[in-house]
């Protein structure tokens, strides 16, 4: 089962192959989703500050059952800290919501505030500002890694120009009919394993009529055909979701797509839209 399998970091840490995301579960709906989740098998969890639901990400991971170091939590610094100061006391904060010693994987949320996402302006100083303070946090035990996400090839160099510790992966948006295989092959020439949020499209490619047809040619769910599309380009999958059925689908991808099915998903036309969710800078 993918919940069992993992993937090692540059730095020999292990990652499971399949996380939780938790974007927009809030409040005890997302310590419920945790707890679940925890119970059906997973064993890696993905939030951010951003996401406001730190606090109850990590009560249920502590009222699981398993032990915390089995469990690989991921957040993310905001987007809007682009100080060491800052970040520094970001860092902490979120050790304090969540009351834990340390975190698996602290990632920056994206090169930009949100409120500049897509701008020509990259706050080349701001992340390395920010970076600094991560590497500090890291060399003092309260992260065991940390990384980008968002984060384009320049703002990629911004990083390794002057970091002492490098980023060891880059969440970004990747999916069927969206695949950004440039950025993909560059993050993992730097030496990161790339996470892909939205595996789904944010629900989108579930009204793809070509990809009904190729779940059904498999016996399985679209959600899966897409979850397994991601892992055998060598991604990390983040699903999202608070129900447990959906949770169990997710993680029962043990099947092949074959070579010539691959090529199919690979050169699908570019998804147009992501509906309601094309608000959020990262789908725009």
């Not at 951010?48 to 915390?68: H, T």
């Not at 996470?195 to 190729?214: C, Q």
Request: with cysteine; glycine share 8%; net charge negative.
């Amino acid at each position: 089962m993918v919940l069992q399998d993992t993937y090692t970091l540059s730095n020999g840490i292990k990652i499971p192959k399949l996380g939780l995301g938790t974007w927009m579960i809030e409040g005890n709906a997302a310590e419920q989703a945790v707890k679940e989740a925890a119970r059906i098998g997973y064993r890696h969890i993905d939030t951010a500050q951003d996401y406001g639901n730190e606090a109850e990400v990590a009560a249920g991971i502590l009222s699981s059952g398993v032990p915390r170091d089995e469990m690989f939590l991921t957040s993310k610094l905001a987007a809007q800290y682009k100080d060491y100061k800052g970040t520094v006391e970001a860092i902490d904060g979120s050790l304090a919501r969540m009351g834990l010693d340390y975190i698996d994987l602290m990632i920056i949320h994206s090169p930009q505030p949100w409120g500049s996402y897509g701008s020509e302006k990259r706050f080349f100083e701001g992340n390395r500002e920010a970076w600094r303070a991560l590497e500090e946090a890291h060399n003092a035990g309260k992260l065991r890694a940390i990384g980008v996400s968002n984060f384009t090839q320049p703002d990629i160099d911004n990083i390794l120009a002057s970091c002492s510790v490098k980023p060891v992966v880059n969440q970004i948006l990747a999916h069927v009919s969206n695949t950004p295989w440039d950025l993909i092959q560059y993050s993992q020439d730097k030496g990161m394993l790339v996470e892909a949020f939205s595996p789904m499209g944010h629900g989108e490619l579930f009204k793809n009529s070509e990809l009904v047809d190729m779940a059904s040619k498999y016996d399985v769910s679209i959600a899966q055909l897409c979850i397994r599309y991601n892992l055998q380009l060598g991604l990390l999958p983040l699903p999202k979701t608070g129900n447990p059925v959906h949770m169990q689908n997710n993680a029962e991808v043990d099947f092949v797509i074959s070579d010539e099915d691959m090529e199919v998903l690979k050169s699908m036309k570019t998804i147009e839209h992501y509906g309601e969710a094309g608000v959020f800078p990262v789908f725009q």
